[in-house]
């Protein structure tokens, strides 16, 4: 039985949360259908014809999709304001997911700049947890060189937000002092890069586990947020990223420097219907009455800059991780994986043969 409004309703941590399925025969149209979790004979996959190819768009066929948090904010329709972009009863992206990396199968009539056989990452709004992907050409650039499928699926939307926090909104410079709060994880892992290519000095706030992990990216401090409040410290900071918002506004404000620049960037908590939107607003508000730089923004996804993360990985200065990788069959347990807030770099769902 399909239930493809059931991946709105559900939530990633219950049973009622639906997962892709899709027909690797070849020879036949891929066929994508919900199927209940729990359901005690999993409904057979749903067919559905190859996605059509406008003038402006490439067929890819997708070797490995990446997830992030927002993957599981949207198939769990919260906040609930995110339904007004979605659909109030149901989804209108049937498959979730958005990043993924994959060969080109087909270009439309106006594509120029990539053909049949390019190894492209990217991203898809009509979900990257299927096996083929038609979108358009400007939301891919090609597969940098050392980088795998499955590391270059986790580079889009990650590596778009780290990039754009990094060199745009907080625009570090050599010398300065950044800390990073949640910084083992999809963003954060990226992040800790990038701050090193800017040739800033970084400060790396996870868990136990993780710290020898934000070491080896390149952090020149790790500090474990069990074992020490950041906020306690005598450290001030010129920029500050914090990807997980735990500790109040006014604590963080006291380690950032006079001039210093906070971007708050946790897409998490606060109510059921507006979610952290006003705590963003009030941050907002507080920006125009201080001299330090306090700015939540929104990544965008600009073509321009996925060819610049392509060339920081061909240079050798990033490179995600993959932190774990499912089967497309347990694409509901990646789901819930990146819901947990706990991942370590990024989470893959492998979907075809690289
Ligand atoms: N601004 C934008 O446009 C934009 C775009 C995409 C995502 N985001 C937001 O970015 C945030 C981070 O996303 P992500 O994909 O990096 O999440 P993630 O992969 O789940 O990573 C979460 C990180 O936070 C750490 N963490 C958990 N609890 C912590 C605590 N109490 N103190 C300090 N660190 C803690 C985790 O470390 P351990 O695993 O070691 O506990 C992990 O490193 C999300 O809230 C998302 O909504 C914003």
Redesign the pocket.
Known sequence: MVVRHRCFLGSVEDPEVSYTSVNRDLGEPPSRGFVRVDAPQPAPPRRLPLPTVGPRDVLVRVHAAAL???DA?TMAGRPLMLRFALGLRRPGLGVPGRDLAGSVVAVGSRVEDLAPGDDVFGWTAKGSLAEYVAAPADHFVRRPAGASMAEAAGLA??GL?ALQ?CRDVARIRPGQRVLV?????????LAIQIAKALRAHVTA???A??LDFVRSLGADRAID?AAEDVTDGDHVYDVILA??E?SSLAAMRRILGPDGTLVP????GGGPLLGPLPRIVATRLRDLFTRQRLR????LEKHADLVALAELVETGRLMPVVGRTFALDDAAAALRQ?A??????KVVVAVAEA
């Open positions: 992030h948090r927002g904010f939307t990650s937000t926090a709060v949640g910084a083992s994880g999809g963003f954060g892992h706030v996870c868990s586990a993780n947020y990807n997980v735990t960037n946790d897409g998490t939540p923004f929104l990544s990146v947990t807030g706990h991942t370590r770099a």
